[in-house]
Protein backbone atom coordinates (compact mmCIF):
# COMPACT_ATOMS: atom_id res chain seq x y z
CA UNK A 1 0.00 0.00 0.00
CA UNK A 2 1.45 3.59 -1.04
CA UNK A 3 2.10 5.57 2.03
CA UNK A 4 1.82 9.26 2.76
CA UNK A 5 4.23 10.54 4.97
CA UNK A 6 3.28 12.90 7.47
CA UNK A 7 6.01 15.24 8.33
CA UNK A 8 6.95 14.65 11.57
CA UNK A 9 9.74 12.88 13.20
CA UNK A 10 9.32 9.69 14.15
CA UNK A 11 5.57 9.49 13.59
CA UNK A 12 5.72 7.63 10.05
CA UNK A 13 8.03 4.95 12.29
CA UNK A 14 4.49 4.10 13.92
CA UNK A 15 2.02 3.86 11.33
CA UNK A 16 4.10 1.67 8.90
CA UNK A 17 5.88 4.82 6.77
CA UNK A 18 2.93 6.71 6.77
CA UNK A 19 -0.62 7.55 6.19
CA UNK A 20 -2.09 4.90 3.92
CA UNK A 21 -2.91 6.62 0.70
CA UNK A 22 -6.80 7.53 -0.43
CA UNK A 23 -7.88 7.49 3.61
CA UNK A 24 -9.29 10.10 6.06
CA UNK A 25 -7.23 10.58 9.25
CA UNK A 26 -9.19 12.97 12.22
CA UNK A 27 -6.41 14.90 13.66
CA UNK A 28 -8.30 15.42 17.40
CA UNK A 29 -7.08 17.36 20.48
CA UNK A 30 -7.51 20.69 23.01
CA UNK A 31 -6.52 24.13 22.52
CA UNK A 32 -2.41 24.60 21.84
CA UNK A 33 -2.05 20.83 21.86
CA UNK A 34 -0.49 21.54 18.04
CA UNK A 35 -3.34 20.30 15.74
CA UNK A 36 -2.16 23.32 13.27
CA UNK A 37 1.23 23.29 13.14
CA UNK A 38 0.72 19.16 12.92
CA UNK A 39 -1.56 20.08 9.65
CA UNK A 40 1.08 22.45 8.27
CA UNK A 41 4.17 19.99 8.34
CA UNK A 42 1.79 17.65 6.73
CA UNK A 43 1.10 19.99 3.49
CA UNK A 44 4.30 21.10 3.87
CA UNK A 45 6.12 17.50 3.23
CA UNK A 46 4.07 17.45 0.30
CA UNK A 47 4.57 20.64 -0.90
CA UNK A 48 8.43 19.85 -0.89
CA UNK A 49 7.93 17.08 -3.66
CA UNK A 50 5.86 18.44 -5.88
CA UNK A 51 2.25 17.47 -4.71
CA UNK A 52 -1.11 19.69 -4.85
CA UNK A 53 -1.45 21.05 -1.14
CA UNK A 54 -4.41 22.90 0.35
CA UNK A 55 -5.16 24.52 4.10
CA UNK A 56 -8.83 25.37 4.42
CA UNK A 57 -8.97 27.16 7.65
CA UNK A 58 -12.66 27.79 9.37
CA UNK A 59 -10.98 29.87 11.61
CA UNK A 60 -7.66 31.61 11.21
CA UNK A 61 -6.50 33.70 7.94
CA UNK A 62 -3.72 33.10 5.73
CA UNK A 63 -1.59 35.62 8.09
CA UNK A 64 -2.11 34.07 10.96
CA UNK A 65 -0.90 30.67 9.91
CA UNK A 66 2.16 32.15 7.79
CA UNK A 67 3.37 34.25 11.64
CA UNK A 68 2.68 30.72 13.12
CA UNK A 69 5.25 29.14 10.61
CA UNK A 70 7.27 31.95 11.35
CA UNK A 71 8.10 30.43 14.67
CA UNK A 72 9.23 27.07 13.69
CA UNK A 73 12.36 27.11 11.51
CA UNK A 74 11.52 23.59 9.44
CA UNK A 75 7.92 25.50 8.39
CA UNK A 76 10.03 28.43 7.53
CA UNK A 77 10.01 27.79 3.86
CA UNK A 78 6.62 27.18 3.62
CA UNK A 79 6.40 31.11 1.58
CA UNK A 80 8.18 29.18 -1.42
CA UNK A 81 5.16 26.87 -2.09
CA UNK A 82 2.31 28.85 -1.22
CA UNK A 83 0.01 29.83 -4.11
CA UNK A 84 1.99 27.77 -6.37
CA UNK A 85 1.27 24.17 -5.39
CA UNK A 86 0.69 24.99 -1.83
CA UNK A 87 -2.82 27.04 -1.41
CA UNK A 88 -4.35 28.07 2.16
CA UNK A 89 -8.25 29.27 1.56
CA UNK A 90 -10.22 31.37 4.44
CA UNK A 91 -13.46 30.16 4.49
CA UNK A 92 -15.98 32.31 6.35
CA UNK A 93 -19.22 30.30 7.55
CA UNK A 94 -21.85 32.13 8.48
CA UNK A 95 -25.85 30.85 8.43
CA UNK A 96 -25.51 30.68 4.67
CA UNK A 97 -23.06 28.30 4.14
CA UNK A 98 -24.49 25.15 5.54
CA UNK A 99 -22.44 21.76 6.36
CA UNK A 100 -24.53 20.45 2.97
CA UNK A 101 -23.15 23.73 0.91
CA UNK A 102 -19.82 23.33 2.33
CA UNK A 103 -19.27 19.62 1.10
CA UNK A 104 -20.66 20.89 -2.06
CA UNK A 105 -17.49 23.61 -2.46
CA UNK A 106 -15.28 20.72 -1.43
CA UNK A 107 -16.36 18.45 -4.06
CA UNK A 108 -15.84 21.25 -6.66
CA UNK A 109 -12.22 21.67 -5.80
CA UNK A 110 -9.58 20.10 -8.39
CA UNK A 111 -7.97 16.87 -7.70
CA UNK A 112 -5.96 17.20 -4.43
CA UNK A 113 -2.82 15.43 -3.03
CA UNK A 114 -3.24 16.83 0.60
CA UNK A 115 -5.84 18.73 1.91
CA UNK A 116 -6.46 20.18 5.52
CA UNK A 117 -9.56 21.42 7.21
CA UNK A 118 -9.32 23.42 10.29
CA UNK A 119 -12.00 22.57 11.95
CA UNK A 120 -14.84 20.39 12.16
CA UNK A 121 -16.45 22.38 15.00
CA UNK A 122 -17.45 25.11 12.68
CA UNK A 123 -19.17 22.25 10.13
CA UNK A 124 -21.02 21.36 13.09
CA UNK A 125 -21.94 24.86 14.52
CA UNK A 126 -23.41 25.75 11.09
CA UNK A 127 -25.58 22.52 10.69
CA UNK A 128 -29.31 22.37 10.50
CA UNK A 129 -28.96 19.61 13.67
CA UNK A 130 -26.62 16.79 14.34
CA UNK A 131 -28.20 13.80 11.85
CA UNK A 132 -27.70 16.20 8.98
CA UNK A 133 -23.93 16.71 10.30
CA UNK A 134 -23.15 13.36 10.35
CA UNK A 135 -25.01 12.57 6.99
CA UNK A 136 -23.31 15.33 5.25
CA UNK A 137 -19.99 14.09 7.21
CA UNK A 138 -19.97 10.97 5.98
CA UNK A 139 -21.15 12.63 2.54
CA UNK A 140 -17.89 14.58 2.66
CA UNK A 141 -15.04 11.67 3.95
CA UNK A 142 -16.35 9.38 1.43
CA UNK A 143 -15.27 12.37 -1.25
CA UNK A 144 -12.16 13.11 0.28
CA UNK A 145 -11.39 9.01 -0.74
CA UNK A 146 -10.68 10.04 -3.74
CA UNK A 147 -8.16 12.09 -2.92
CA UNK A 148 -4.36 11.32 -1.54
CA UNK A 149 -4.60 12.20 1.85
CA UNK A 150 -6.92 14.24 4.46
CA UNK A 151 -6.31 15.44 7.28
CA UNK A 152 -9.64 16.75 9.57
CA UNK A 153 -8.89 18.78 12.32
CA UNK A 154 -11.24 18.19 15.81
CA UNK A 155 -11.01 20.54 18.88
CA UNK A 156 -12.17 18.62 21.91
CA UNK A 157 -12.71 18.52 25.66
CA UNK A 158 -11.64 16.91 28.15
CA UNK A 159 -10.59 12.43 26.82
CA UNK A 160 -13.20 12.67 24.20
CA UNK A 161 -11.46 11.84 20.68
CA UNK A 162 -13.99 13.52 18.13
CA UNK A 163 -16.96 16.47 19.02
CA UNK A 164 -19.64 13.54 19.75
CA UNK A 165 -21.14 13.08 16.34
CA UNK A 166 -18.99 9.71 15.59
CA UNK A 167 -16.18 11.74 13.23
CA UNK A 168 -13.87 8.95 14.55
CA UNK A 169 -16.20 6.17 13.16
CA UNK A 170 -16.26 8.07 9.93
CA UNK A 171 -12.74 8.40 9.76
CA UNK A 172 -10.17 5.96 8.47
CA UNK A 173 -7.48 7.11 10.89
CA UNK A 174 -7.77 8.85 14.81
CA UNK A 175 -4.53 10.64 15.89
CA UNK A 176 -5.44 12.25 19.48
CA UNK A 177 -3.06 15.17 20.72
CA UNK A 178 -3.67 16.04 24.42
CA UNK A 179 -0.92 17.30 27.77
CA UNK A 180 -0.12 15.17 30.25
CA UNK A 181 0.50 16.50 33.58
CA UNK A 182 3.62 16.35 35.33
CA UNK A 183 4.60 18.05 38.53
CA UNK A 184 7.28 19.77 36.60
CA UNK A 185 5.08 21.27 33.89
CA UNK A 186 2.56 19.79 31.47
CA UNK A 187 3.81 17.68 27.97
CA UNK A 188 2.60 17.60 25.04
CA UNK A 189 1.55 13.89 24.00
CA UNK A 190 0.45 11.97 20.97
CA UNK A 191 -1.76 8.88 20.87
CA UNK A 192 -2.95 6.67 17.70
CA UNK A 193 -6.93 5.85 18.24
CA UNK A 194 -6.87 4.07 14.80
CA UNK A 195 -5.19 4.12 11.62
CA UNK A 196 -7.28 1.58 9.14
CA UNK A 197 -4.73 -1.12 6.74
CA UNK A 198 -1.61 -0.01 9.43
CA UNK A 199 -0.43 -2.77 12.70
CA UNK A 200 -0.05 0.21 15.19
CA UNK A 201 0.44 0.22 18.99
CA UNK A 202 -2.96 1.48 20.15
CA UNK A 203 -3.45 4.69 22.43
CA UNK A 204 0.64 4.68 23.78
CA UNK A 205 1.09 7.98 24.59
CA UNK A 206 4.45 9.27 23.04
CA UNK A 207 5.96 13.34 23.98
CA UNK A 208 5.14 15.27 21.08
CA UNK A 209 7.53 18.49 20.96
CA UNK A 210 7.35 21.40 19.60
CA UNK A 211 9.94 24.16 19.87
CA UNK A 212 11.58 26.66 17.29
CA UNK A 213 13.80 24.67 15.18
CA UNK A 214 10.85 21.73 14.78
CA UNK A 215 8.05 19.20 15.08
CA UNK A 216 8.92 16.14 16.21
CA UNK A 217 8.08 12.99 18.40
CA UNK A 218 10.44 12.38 21.33
CA UNK A 219 12.64 9.61 21.74
CA UNK A 220 11.37 7.88 24.35
CA UNK A 221 7.61 6.82 25.39
CA UNK A 222 5.55 8.27 28.07
CA UNK A 223 5.02 5.84 30.70
Not at 97 to 110: A, D, E, G, H, L
Amino acid sequence: MNRIKSGIGGMDKLIGGGFPSETIVLLSGGPGTGKTLFGLKFLLEGAAKGEKCCYVSLNEKKDELMRACNMISSLNHVKKYIDKNLVIEHAILDEHITMKKFVNIISSYPNIDRLVIDNVNKLLMFSENGKNYRSHFSELVNYLKKMGCSLLICETDGDRIDTGHSEAFECDGVVNLSFLDLEEKPMRTIEIHKMRYTPFDPKVPYEFVINGKDIKLGTTKVI
